[in-house]
């Protein structure tokens, strides 16, 4: 079945993500817009993704849970997992990896934790806009361990992308998607060498995709979706 899918939404617990990019808000625009599945990944944590599935399930719209990790090498990565537990244990795991240095709201904007009526729950403490203390190799093995799945985030960005920070994409990770940024030309040796997601990174409402990008797979699950990101079938 065809499936339109929009797999890079911030939340406002991202620091840079809109105040309006409340958990109901998020799944009633991917629903008003007629996405089948999302994926919130915050900086550097999952902490809204849990309420946000169980509000989009009601909706009948997929949640796959994921983040987006600002590596050691200031290089964007999107991390899909399986299970939202899966996604807390990647995360108590990461919490090993943080600077401990305090987000300043005046500076870097909110991070707001939120529950199910978009109440907040916690202003989550560290600075999220930071790096996590890992390295590219060694988050692909993390995100591996907890049965994920790793996709470069725009990749063809002129900031915190694989091409902008290490000028190629490393054979070594054996990728098999790379996310491309719509609005920027990509390299013709990557269009040709990796499958594509095409996701709005949406850090405010009216940003989230239409249902213009798709994917083609047996069944609407998450496993269905990490199956297909991690080997794609042409
Ligand atoms: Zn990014
Ligand atoms: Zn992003």
């Known amino acids: 079945m065809k499936l339109f899918y929009d797999l890079h939404v911030h939340s406002s617990l991202s620091p840079c993500g809109s105040d309006e990019m409340t958990p109901n808000n998020i799944v009633n625009m991917a629903y008003l817009k007629g996405l089948d599945i999302i994926s919130v990944?915050?900086?550097?944590?999952?902490?809204?993704?849990?309420?946000?599935?169980r509000l989009a399930e009601k909706l009948g719209i997929l949640v796959i849970p994921g983040m987006e990790i600002q590596t050691k090498e200031e290089v964007?990565?999107?991390?899909?997992?399986?299970?939202?537990?899966?996604?807390?244990?990647f995360e108590i795991e990461l919490d090993q990896h943080r600077i401990q240095m305090l987000n300043r709201p005046e500076n870097f904007g909110n991070q707001w934790v939120m529950d199910e009526d978009d109440i907040k729950v916690e202003d989550y403490p560290l600075a999220l806009i930071l790096s996590v203390s890992i390295s590219l190799d060694q988050l692909k093995a993390l995100v591996e361990?907890?049965?994920?799945?790793?996709?470069?985030?725009?990749v063809n960005k002129s900031s915190n992308s694989m091409l902008s920070n290490l000028g190629f994409i490393p054979e070594t990770l054996d990728l098999k998607f790379v996310e491309v940024f719509m609005n920027a030309p990509a390299p013709k040796s990557i269009l040709d060498h990796y499958g594509l997601l095409?996701?709005?990174?949406?850090?405010?409402?009216?940003?989230?995709?239409?249902?213009?990008?798709?994917?083609?797979l047996k069944e609407k699950?998450?496993?269905?979706?990490?199956?297909?990101?991690?080997?794609r079938t042409l």
């Open 41 to 53: 990944t915050d900086h550097n944590t999952g902490k809204n993704c849990n309420v946000i599935s």
């Open 221 to 231: 699950t998450i496993n269905a979706v990490i199956d297909f990101l991690k080997r």
């Open 145 to 154: 361990k907890f049965g994920g799945v790793i996709v470069p985030a725009h």
């Open 198 to 216: 095409k996701n709005s990174d949406a850090h405010t409402l009216g940003i989230i995709s239409e249902p213009e990008n798709s994917m083609e």
């Open 76 to 89: 964007h990565i999107l991390c899909y997992f399986t299970h939202m537990d899966a996604l807390d244990a």
